[in-house]
């Protein structure tokens, strides 16, 4: 068979949107193909209709031979779909999960053995059979979320962004079990994704934007439209690269993109710009041409002419903080601890943030990162150790330390039955905003947010990345001296990615303190200074420079993170027992 999957014009409409117009493109068996767009663009819509979930408006799908609308059972029953909240039972253990999903399934009970003992072997799960997974850390139910997904062998699998929210070293074993899959099975698996290196390593890769095919082909194919135009450039003396990113981005007639790199920029030049024009931006910086990336590629072909979003982001007006300037710390940890009962999730962390600076906390998923965060916000008291944040020990101090922190959760935690202009009227009043000061500060953040044409829309209805601006504006709805980011960029595309660094950069201009859990890497390179952790154990802390240093002089910031945490595991002994989350 030629092709797995194959779609002709496919559309599908939701009420008055549509989600797929008119998209045509196919899938050979046995490959890895990826599709990947920004926040809406169908990805999603396009792999439920070829499960057989959904029925397109018009166009056809048709999967192994068979046209999904006429018959989506018969397909269901050879194809294996993982979708981005994959259903585990988190009162199961691994094993009843597998189980579980074994008998919906109806695989025979003669084929379990030798088919579970593969996929616990395959996932490193094999010694955690017993333990329930809502104890399991977010890269293991990744890996036992696959696990179940494939308990009978499937001749397509579809994976939803598999990888989202989970931290490098898990991302690096799931997709070398994937890869394995297609290689040593000959499976055909079209995956989704929001990392542009995951989809370098399919043999083809379809972009969709706004429920269009934008653009399919190889990933070098499609690295080669950014082809001379992508330059590394090294900051004047002085020049943190994260500054001279933002007035590159800001440069849209000239720059498509800009992005920190190892203390330096990588930008794309646009295609039309004159040479001279790059030369005169630049000024004293170095710049030196580099083979582009897929990445490349992907932000040349969405940049618009004009990308109001990142513009008015760097243009967001933003009143410098008192004391701005000041080196004073604004949060002080010294031997930090948090037991649960007699499982310690940090154990003796000491470290301060300044004012000012943007301050990363790095960690594979189950390493104690989350639980200081939610220490550090006043969320979760304390078993030892002193903390202070703005001065005020949380111990003692808890409620009044809050007026000064703006705090933005992983997973979107406002009320989404509330429209927008609901929700910011809520938060303000909870943190002591009322009538004219209310009203100026909402009129603010709708602008800055670019949030105005959706005030009176259900906040549960806003695409993701108007979901994550209205987040962000409720937390910064009062000013805070401190804000606190949980993993803000997960799922998000790079474009999304690209608006609210910019956003970060302006804040920390400003004066605002940045406190930041993040699974992108690259985003590590923003910060001022960065730590990581492991089994509730400090084991780098320094500027993204000195952490690479300490990895061996890495060449990025990933390669650093994967090194110290395996040093530090084959040095202590730990392996995968700091997966023992309560």
Known sequence: MADALAATDLRKRFGGSEALAGVTLTVPAGALTALVGPDGAGKTTFLRLAAGLLTPTAGTMCVLGIDAARDPQAIQDRISYMPQRFGLYEDLSVQENLDLYADLHGVPQDERRERFGRLLEMTDLHRFTKRPAGKLSGGMKQKLGLACTLVRSPELLLLDEPTVGVDPLSRRELWQIVQDLVEQDELTVVVSTAYLDEAERCAAVHVLHGGQLLASGTPE??????????????????????????????????????????????????????????????????????????????????????????????????????????????????????????????????????????????????????????????????????????????????????????????????????????????????????????????DTVLDQFQLRDHADAPSGALPGGFRQRLAMAAALLHEPDILFLDEPTSGADPLARREFWRRITALAQAGVTTIVTTHFMEEAEYCDRIVIQDAGKLLAIGTPREVREQAGDAETMEAAFIAIVEQARNGNGTGNNTEKQP
């Open 221 to 442: 194919e499609l690295r080669d439209k950014a082809k001379d135009l992508t330059y590394i450039v090294t900051p004047p003396d002085g020049t943190p690269a994260r500054d001279l990113q933002a007035k590159l981005l800001d440069a849209q007639r000239t720059i498509a993109d800009a992005v920190p790199q190892s203390d330096r920029v990588r930008i794309i030049r646009r295609p039309d710009a004159e040479d001279g024009a790059l030369r005169e931006l630049l000024g004293d910086a170095q710049a030196e041409p580099v083979p582009p990336r897929l990445e490349d590629g992907f932000m040349l072909m969405l940049r618009g002419d004009d990308d109001a979003a990142v513009q008015a982001a760097g243009d967001a007006a933003v009143e410098k903080k008192d004391n701005a300037d000041g080196d004073d710390p604004v949060i002080e940890v010294h031997d930090l601890v948090r037991r649960f009962g007699d499982f310690t999730a940090v154990d003796r962390t000491t470290f301060d943030v300044r004012r000012g600076e943007i301050f990363g906390l790095l960690g594979p998923n189950g390493a104690g990162k989350t639980t200081t965060f939610r220490m550090l916000c006043g969320l979760l008291p304390a078993s030892g150790g002193t903390l202070k944040v703005a001065g005020l020990d949380l111990r003692r101090g808890r409620a009044k330390a809050r007026r000064n922190i703006g705090y933005v959760a992983q997973k979107f935690a406002l009320y989404g039955n509330l429209t927008v202009a609901e929700n910011l009227t809520f938060f303000g009043g909870a943190y002591g905003l009322h009538g004219k000061r209310l009203a100026e500060r909402m």
